[in-house]
């Protein structure tokens, strides 16, 4: 068995009702800007930053780019590139499912206009 996988059956319940009642809270998101209003609601900006790193940890490491390059680049530690390539290949699945959709045989993909913060809020 996985260690991430054995990880999580100590978290029993995964996913709890409540963390259900997350995830479809997020599947009715229907638009960016919804989705950046919700985000900004649920998570504080250190949060969010901390999320957003990850993806971009996920989408070099989908390109081929070295842990020593990503962490460099990205301001991380080589371990947290190790631990977001290890959930990457080894996970939940989670990361490598929504990786194919946005970014398919196009590592390079980038929303239209990245969302920006101004204030309180993220615009575009």
Do not use: C
Request: no cysteine.
């Amino acid at each position: 068995m996985k260690q991430s996988v054995k990880h999580i059956k100590k978290l029993r319940p995964y996913p709890s009702p409540a963390m259900k009642e997350l995830f479809n809270a997020a599947l009715l998101l229907r638009t960016p800007r919804e989705a950046s209003d919700f985000f900004r609601d649920l998570l504080t900006i250190a949060e969010l930053t901390e999320f957003a790193s990850r993806w971009q940890i996920v989408k070099r490491l989908n390109k081929g780019e070295s842990y020593l390059k990503i962490a460099t680049e990205l301001n991380v530690s080589t371990t947290t590139v190790t631990r977001v390539a290890q959930w990457l290949h080894e996970g939940m699945g989670g990361y490598r499912t929504i990786a194919t959709r946005a970014f398919g045989k196009n590592p390079d993909y980038q929303p239209e206009k990245p969302l920006i913060p101004r204030g309180k809020r993220w615009v575009r």
